[in-house]
């Protein structure tokens, strides 16, 4: 096995008993982008030679015994969302093609802390407003998209031109490029973790989180980034546990929760039954489920658009009187149009996210966990991004994968997406497991235990 | 966003609401934004059947300076 098809863990390993270098695991990763960048383009701006003298840094300090944790000298992409002191910035827009910031984003100064090497900024859907990322292509098929937001991390991740993409999820943007490229995604708990320095599309509903090969990466990715800043005014001083320590508890006794509503309307079929086969998994281990129904069904999308549409149009107010030409075609139209929604119409929306916050709380009493699909269909058609249903009805890709994402972002409750299978045609397909406010560890240790049942992420795109 | 029209927007009432947002919108993009409006509009009022009564808005202050 090559150097850059490692999982972090097991990277960090080999690192830590130096049977690996951070140089050769960089150089393998690079290696590795340089063969497969051109059929995915998943970065807006690739570093070698900062990831080369990192790697170099790295391996200088671990020889000289000053190792410092599990994520140094680990290969890293960032969204291009997230400020990264002297290298461009562009949220994948011609209206910031020369912005290079000055100082690091919060989660950057602290990746970078704990020894990361950044190898890239990875290409996020334009501002990270969209579920497309029509700028890069699906690893395990090039016809598809990666899905977004993040969708140059989703796809670095599953073809190993990085071990790690930093995500941002406003309505999904983390979990569903991580359902249909075949890698674990987690937004955490809404003030988990800060976003300073990170383009906002809605401060309201926005969520910074990683993409990962497994559970366990995911876990000790969090370790690094997780915790309170005042410059984030929505981060919770809350304590932080370590994310890695329940991983192996199993789900013995665990309650989990399957919906009977919502999540089974309009879903593909193989998406269905591939959920259906590891809450059974899960339940061999002992886990119990209760069928529960998704409380205000049709108040979620209302709340998501009318809280996302006019802070997307507030963040953007001058750039778009500046340089709207600049702008693709479809967000430039969503900035435009959150222009006419009412203050009255944003603060109703703001009100009934209260409402939301109470029935999913009354929701997980006597559950655990839920597990739903992450996403109502598998990766859809560059050409054609929608999915059509067997009605004959079509949804624009955006609307179909936002509608099962969002409820994780109108609550802030935590959602893990873990691959759990793939479609006869080849494509990934996701599970997601939300779980109570800042209890991250419980959906990461479910996730462990059915990662740890089967073999998905062994499985590589073939490239 | 498929919506039925709650709050159908003519051109002229498009034109006036740009005006009070300092909003320069081409002429040619009026038809699309106000089809796209009037669907939006549609989807939001579906929050018009809450019972919203005495409940806040979900946004606080935090008035400590550390």
Redesign the interface.
Known sequence: MDAYQLSLAEAAEKIRTKELSPVELTESVLARADAVEDKITAFATRTPGLARKAAVQAEAEIAGGAYRGPLHGIPVGIKDLYETAGIPTTSSSAVRADYVPERDSAVVEKLTAAGMVLVGKTHTHEFAYGAETPTTRNPWDLERIPGGSSGGSGAAVAAGECLVGMGSDTGGSIRIPASICGTVGLKPTYGRVSRRGVASLSWSLDHVGPLTRTVRDTALVMNAIAGYDRDDPATVDVAVPDFTGGLEDGVAGLTIGIPVDYFTERVDPEVSAAVATAVGVLTGQGAVVREVNVPMPDHVLPTEWGLMLPEASAYHQSMLREKADLYTPSVRLYLEVGEYVLATDYIKALRARTLLQQAWRDLFEGIDVLIAPTLSAPAVSAENPAVTWPDGTTEAATDAYVRFSAPANVTGLPSLSVPCGFTEGGLPIGMQIMGRPFDEPTLLRVGQAYESATDWTSRRPAL | ?SEPLSRPLSPQD?AS??RF?????PGD?AA??RE??ES?YG?????D??E?GE?????AF?ARW?
């Open positions: 966003m498009l609401a740009t947002a300092r909003l320069n919108l993009r699309l934004v796209t409006l939006v989807l939001l009022d579906r929050l059947t809450l919203l409940n806040p808005p979900a946004t935090d550390e």
